[in-house]
């Protein structure tokens, strides 16, 4: 079989996908093997692919696909989350845009639009990872709002309540205007945006002309001031206490209190409260019993409690105000001010503080053990760095308010009479029977309009995805799925949602199976640009992955990603990486059809059997590196020893020791060793890039496959003991081919020009054994062993041995003295670091031994050269 002269991607990757997908590879059953499972996080039905995605989906295909080959039993769980706001948002704008408002219809009949949207667009992204590689088990594909996951969600909800975990009561909550509903602290995005400080004053009552003046951004919050509070230190306003303060334009009187949580040196020493309309006032004015008048409706605007500009919007009530107040002559003065605004992620309207009825989950009780498991190590965090953000986190845990005022979304299970009485049940009969027990009216019956949040289905998805049954009955056994996948072996996410998402996990785990719901959670980094900015739309910084797969094909992109993906660091992401990605599948390319084109002749001697051996080794040395840094979690460093081992090692190196002169044949031996070692390698890609590995894995060179011998099932090489000395000894022939190529560079000798090398030993390697590599790599003439120095000569060290190359005259004897000169004084600096080292006694008993020896080895080494050195300096 001929193989084109280029790799196209384009000609390879759909065809081994639907490959796998007939073979079913990526299908996962209970079985007698050791399981190895990884749920997706489950990106949102209106998303698509971006570079975030693309990081995190091949870190996990990457694990899952190794794991296979491992001869686990690998499953990747997929799916999506049914995000309920971004998901009525889209479906309010799709309504809009054939003429219909969301008010003016039934929540039945939006729920069928919704799902119209959901069937249509919902699915776009897990296509997408197709095209990327993505070896998910597709048909245990699962979507948070499926009628068995929403189930759970419901079951969850009253047995939580049932535990007195859930409550419903009025609190202070983000509050996004524009999709009029609560909103969780993860979907707040705060963002510095230049505002206006205010300066307005308020009238002390009775006094004809005394007045305090506060600072603040939001003067249209005014009329729903509740206190005005200053510290009970600060001497200047002394003089004031007891008194009370008018509301600049409404003149309504309200209490000057005294708490020290003002900070006397910060604006005028003095703050309005406004316990509404702001969280830290709002405490405040529950410690010293203020009333609480909110001014806002659901949607921004005020209401009539505002007494003025009742139908504005906030914003432009606030520009309003403010020129009110200058016309009044209460606005001191405004200053240009920066301050963080804190924006609804998706609506991107500026989140108003809102004190609002809503459903919470009590979080401290499921906390503490949810602690306890990463504290432990029951469940290792991935870098360990985010260890304390997790303990802080979970030690000053908040109640997590669980209910939105949408209509996409699992229903909120509880009921209400016509008297506003209510009880949690999962169906209006159960209801009515609460009712009835309880001996209330079951007149006027309606089921709670809110829905719960997101993130109440998808902390549950670990089980979920296997029984959503158990969820809400943790007495439950669960079934043989559950019992064998959970719990999973590693989750792979974005440190924001760690305590969001992740934590939540962990607590619905310890709550209806006793245990951890995963074992590692590999926590991946922001992509940013080359210059550090955070990739968005907005910036127009973001490539889209699909394009970026169609120029460098889905291997260059997944080696692109890793290359520069350290676990918990942020990468900076340049589509150069993608390039070199592709110029590696293209390396491997080209080395195979080096390998192919060769003809064999069984009746050669075989020449290369140091070669050989050297590589075999040199191969599992590699491999032992490579398995440390998967055991950590490094994933971006065992791409890179990979990628060093296959261009520098294999391609540089071994190809070139033992490829046969121009048109000549190759002896048997060397063309099966390197066959088999090509197979190795394409084993060791094989989790990285798929589809490069697999196409040249069914090639004739390997003889006849079966159609299930496929890339994607073989056996993951392990790795074996190796010849330290061989490997050793091997460095060294190669910077004696090294040193030797660069005097011909230096000297302008062409390659063709056979040069003699003489060695002068002081080691115990043995370079007859090395000769055919040396004279084949180097094009040396002849090879002889010198007793001393070689007067006029070129020479170098490589280890402890000296070389020189006879030059007939051609050498530069001042370059020559100006080369060692130099290379002295870099040994004499380096030999001064190491002298600093072993002469600080607290280094010498504390460091290991093997270090403190390493140390005095180079020491050793660095003063042996320079002895060389400066004998070489003598002759010249």
């Known amino acids: 079989m001929s193989i084109a002269k280029t790799y196209n991607p384009k000609e390879t990757e759909d065809k081994w996908y639907q490959y796998w997908l007939d073979k079913k590879f990526f299908k996962s059953v209970p079985d007698d093997r050791e399981p190895y499972t990884i749920v997706i996080p489950p990106p949102n039905v209106t998303g698509v692919l971006h570079m975030g ?219 309005k409260v406004t316990p509404a309309h702001d969280l830290n006032d709002y405490e405040l004015g529950l410690k010293h019993q203020l009333p609480v008048i909110d001014i806002l409706n659901d949607d921004g605007t005020l209401n009539e409690k505002a007494e003025i500009l009742v139908g504005e919007d906030r914003f432009a009530a606030r520009k309003k105000v403010a020129v009110m107040l200058e016309e009044a002559g209460q606005l001191d003065k405004v200053e240009d001010y920066k301050s963080h605004v804190g924006f609804s992620e ?37 870098p360990d760095k985010f260890i304390n953000t997790y303990r802080h986190w979970m030690e000053n845990v908040k109640d997590w308010c669980i209910s939105r005022q949408l209509w996409w979304g699992q229903r909120i299970p509880a009921w209400y009479n016509e008297s506003g009485q209510w009880v949690v049940a999962k169906t209006q009969s159960e209801a009515e029977a609460e009712f009835e027990k309880a001996g209330f009216t079951t007149n006027g019956i309606r089921q709670d309009e809110d829905v719960v949040d997101t993130w109440f289905s998808s902390w549950l998805w670990p089980i979920s995805v296997f ?223 798929p589809f490069i590995s697999e196409e040249l894995w069914h090639d004739e060179i390997f003889g006849e496959r079966t159609a299930d011998d496929c890339c994607i099932v073989a056996s993951y090489p392990h790795s074996q003991s190796v010849d330290e000395n061989l490997l050793k000894e091997v460095e060294i022939v190669k910077q004696v081919i090294s040193e030797v190529r660069n005097i011909r560079n230096s000297k302008q000798i062409s390659p063709k020009e056979a040069l003699p090398l003489s060695v002068k030993v002081n080691s115990g390697i043995d370079y007859d054994s090395n000769l055919t590599v040396i004279k084949k790599l180097a094009n040396i003439s002849d090879f002889s062993f010198a007793e001393d120095k070689i007067a006029g000569a070129t020479s170098f060290i490589a280890g402890r041995d000296e070389f020189f190359v006879v030059l007939e005259g051609n050498i530069d004897k001042e370059a020559e003295k100006e080369r060692i000169s130099k290379e002295l004084e870099y040994l004499h600096g380096f030999l001064k670091s190491v002298d600093a080292k072993l002469s600080n006694e607290r280094f010498v008993q504390n460091a290991k031994a093997d270090i403190v020896d390493n140390e005095r080895k180079k020491k050793a080494d660095a003063e042996a050269k320079i002895a060389m050195l400066q004998e070489s300096l003598k002759v010249l």
Request: proline share 4%; with cysteine; charged share 25%.
């Open 53 to 271: 995605h693309m990081l995190n989906n091949t870190i996990q295909d990457v694990l899952i696909r190794r794991a296979r080959m491992q001869g686990k039993n690998a499953c990747w769980v997929p799916g999506t989350d049914h995000a309920s706001i971004a998901t009525e948002a889209k479906v309010v704008a799709m309504l809009k845009e054939r003429g219909i408002e969301k008010k003016d219809i039934t929540r039945e009949e939006f729920l069928k639009y919704a799902w119209e949207w959901k069937e249509k667009y919902g699915g776009i992204i897990l296509k997408q990872l197709e095209k990327l590689g993505a070896s998910c088990d597709w048909d245990r594909t699962s979507f948070t709002m499926d009628e068995a996951l929403s189930e759970a969600v419901i079951d969850t909800f009253i047995h939580l309540y049932k535990k007195g975990l859930v409550y419903r009561g009025v609190r202070m909550v983000n509050w996004d205007p524009k999709g009029k509903t609560a909103v969780s602290d993860e979907e707040v995005i705060r963002k510095e945006v230049n505002q206006k400080l205010y300066y307005i004053k308020y009238a002390v009552a009775g006094s004809a002309d005394e007045f305090v003046t506060i600072a603040t951004t939001r003067p249209e919050t005014i009329m729903a001031d509740t206190a005005v509070c200053i510290n009970p230190n600060d001497e200047r306003y002394k003089h004031l206490k007891g008194k009370k303060v008018l509301v600049p334009l409404i003149n309504r009187e309200i209490p000057l209190i005294e708490d020290e949580y003002v900070e006397m040196e910060f604006g005028t020493g003095c703050l």
């Open 346 to 382: 998706r609506t991107d309207a500026a989140i108003e503080p809102k004190l609002s009825m809503q459903w919470f989950c009590k979080m401290e009780e499921m906390a503490k053990p949810a602690l306890d498991y990463v504290l432990n190590g029951d469940i290792k965090l991935i």
């Open 467 to 689: 029984d959503p049954s158990v969820c809400g009955h943790p007495e439950k056994e669960g079934n043989a799925d559950l019992n064998y996948y959970y719990p999973t072996n590693d989750l792979v996410t974005a440190p924001e949602i760690l305590f969001f998402w992740v934590a939540r996990m962990i607590m619905a785990g310890n709550e209806f199976r006793g245990e951890v719901p995963f074992r590692n959670v590999y926590l991946t980094g922001i992509v940013r640009d080359k210059i550090g900015r955070k990739m968005s739309k907005s910036l127009g910084n973001s490539p889209d992955p699909i394009d970026l797969i169609e120029k460098y094909g889905a291997d260059g992109v997944r080696v692109g990603m890793l290359l520069c993906s350290p676990a918990g660091n942020d990468l900076m992401f340049d589509e150069s990486y993608c390039e070199q990605g592709r110029n590696f599948a293209n390396k491997i390319w080209n080395a195979f059809r080096l390998v192919k084109g060769w003809e064999v002749n069984s009746e050669l001697e075989a020449p290369n059997a140091k070669a050989i051996h050297w590589f075999d080794n040199r191969f599992n040395e590699a491999l032992a590196e490579i398995e440390s840094h998967f055991s950590q979690y490094r994933l971006s460093e065992a791409l890179m020893a990979i990628y060093k081992l296959v261009w520098d090692d294999f391609c540089s190196w071994y190809l070139e020791m033992v490829k046969p002169a121009y048109q000549q044949p190759i002896d048997k031996a060397t063309f099966d060793a390197t066959t088999a070692f090509f197979e190795r390698v394409l084993t060791l890609i094989h989790p990285f890039m």
